[in-house]
Nanobody, 124 residues
Framework: QVQLVESGGGSVQTGGSLKLSCVVSTSASSNTCMGWFRQAPGKEREGVAYITSAHGVEVYAESVKGRFTISRDSAKNTVYLQMNSLKPEDTAIYYC?????????????????WGQGTQVTVSS
């Protein structure tokens, strides 16, 4: 069983930055996808970014490209999401998720393990 614990959410003004962290309870296998997702009130959960454990490949949703950066620290079993130039439309609960597979995507449905979420609020 993989457990994920997010932290780092909060409230910022437009243009501000936040860095989310996700601590994973076990060492990632060589074939693991680690993703960040978000869910705004009244909307479906959507993929924000993912990173692969094998090669560190990063993929981003179009809405966050150039503003968000996903990274990992394997020694600490931690995945990060650096969020810059935040906009009010980035307001959501952000979730960390893991998938034990070499095949990754931003699809919510393929991820097996989820954290509890952390709230990000961006005010104008």
């Amino acid at each position: 069983q993989v457990q994920l614990v997010e932290s780092g959410g909060g409230s910022v003004q437009t243009g501000g930055s936040l860095k989310l962290s996700c601590v994973v309870s076990t060492s990632a296998s060589s074939n693991t996808c680690m993703g960040w997702f978000r869910q705004a009130p009244g909307k479906e959960r959507e993929g924000v970014a993912y990173i692969t454990s094998a090669h560190g490949v990063e993929v981003y949703a179009e809405s966050v490209k150039g503003r968000f950066t996903i990274s990992r620290d394997s020694a600490k079993n931690t995945v990060y999401l650096q969020m810059n130039s935040l906009k009010p439309e980035d307001t959501a609960i952000y979730y960390c998720a893991a998938r034990i597979s070499p095949f990754c995507s931003l699809s919510v449905d393929i991820y097996n393990y989820w954290g509890q979420g952390t709230q990000v609020t961006v005010s104008s």
